[in-house]
């Protein structure tokens, strides 16, 4: 017996069948899934060309990555009545002000001070005698303590300068410990390098590496031999 041939109509079924297929396929592509796992009509992932530019920070914008600091290039010095030989006031690039001081180096205080709790920096400024020179008497180290402000204040306003700073805080007293950068006849120098060649400064308070690498123990023995160079000339404290 021969097989009757098929009906039109299950030939009709498979068209549907097709079209059905191929118009899901294009709502598909259609859909793409965004980033936070939900799927939205018609979202595709933007081009380079199209993506926003992040928001940049005031910080980032005005300073560079230099290792662990960062740097802030045409620094000014800004006035301010507590500016002395190894602390004070810096106007950064983006016209904020912050107080600063140096690593390694401690100058005199500039005058005999009682406060208003009835304490005084008198035996402070007995020590920093003791140490400063072959041992000075506090009046002696209080002149010290003005021409090392004097010398610090003098650099610092002469001509643009440039910081180095990682935000620590001791004290959190909002006064930040920093490297200062200048150029003094043509060359790069280091401030607080300046204050012990000059008698101006002891060796004191935080250590810390260079923004150029030398490791803070060796800047320290560096600093040991500038101190004898400026024993030898009787320079600042060490001429009295």
Partial sequence: MSRRPAPRKSWFSLLLVAAAVAIWL??????????????????KPASPGELPVP?????SQTSKKSTRYEMFE????????NNDGDSFFVRLPDGRTEEFRLYFVDTPE?????YPDGKTNHERIRQQAAEMGDGITPEQAVEIGKKGRKFTLDLLASRPFTLYTEWDSPFRDNRYHAHIR???????RWLHQLLIEKGLA????KPADLPNGIPAHQEEDH????????KRADAGAWGL
């Fill in 26 to 43: 294009y709502n598909g592509s259609q859909l793409v899934t965004k980033p936070g796992g939900k799927s939205v009509p018609g979202w």
């Fill in 55 to 59: 928001e940049v920070s005031r910080k």
């Fill in 74 to 81: 045409n620094c000014t010095l800004a006035e301010a009545r």
């Fill in 110 to 114: 500039t005058d005999f001070k009682t």
């Fill in 182 to 188: 200048i150029q003094q006849n043509g060359k790069p």
């Fill in 202 to 205: 002891r060796i004191k308070t």
């Fill in 223 to 230: 600093l040991r031999q500038l101190e004898r160079a400026a």
